[in-house]
């Protein structure tokens, strides 16, 4: 119970500090790495099965806005079955951490 206070308090703080990375980490990897891959690359055997895209690529990254992402996560995609909604199984300051999340893991583009 503890902990999960802190994760919401850490949440609603906001800023980029360690203990929020760390928190958003561990969303991350509790919810999002079995078909995403730590690395947001889909390079897992459910990421492959289910053609997910790529969240490094700098073209994914660009087409899609912060509401996009954030609609996804809470409601799940239309367009996949495998992405389930989230709103009931995380709070809206999560869901806006992990899209903030997925943002840093755009891939540096070529100078």
Same mark, same amino acid.
Request: glycine fraction near 10%; aromatic fraction near 4%.
């Given at each position: 119970? $503890?902990? @999960? ?6 949440? #609603? ?8 990375? &760390? %928190?958003?980490?561990?969303v991350w990897?509790?919810k ?12 897992t055997? $459910?990421? @492959? ?6 969240? #490094?690529r ?7 806005? &912060? %509401? ?9 995609d239309?367009r ?6 989230f ?16 943002r ?8």
């Amino acid at each position: 119970m $503890m902990k @999960q206070l802190v994760l919401v308090l850490v949440l #609603s703080l906001g800023g980029a500090t360690g203990a929020h990375a &760390d %928190a958003v980490a561990d969303v991350w990897k509790a919810k999002c790495t079995v078909c995403h891959g730590g690395d947001g690359k889909a390079q897992t055997k $459910m990421g @492959q099965k289910e053609s997910i895209g790529d969240m #490094s690529r700098p073209a994914w990254q660009q087409s899609r806005t &912060d %509401a996009d992402i954030r609609k996804v996560i809470a409601d799940g995609d239309p367009r996949n079955s495998k992405m389930k909604p989230f709103k009931d199984k995380l709070t809206p300051a999560q869901i806006d951490a992990l899209v903030g999340y997925i943002r840093t893991m755009k891939a540096p583009t070529a100078p």
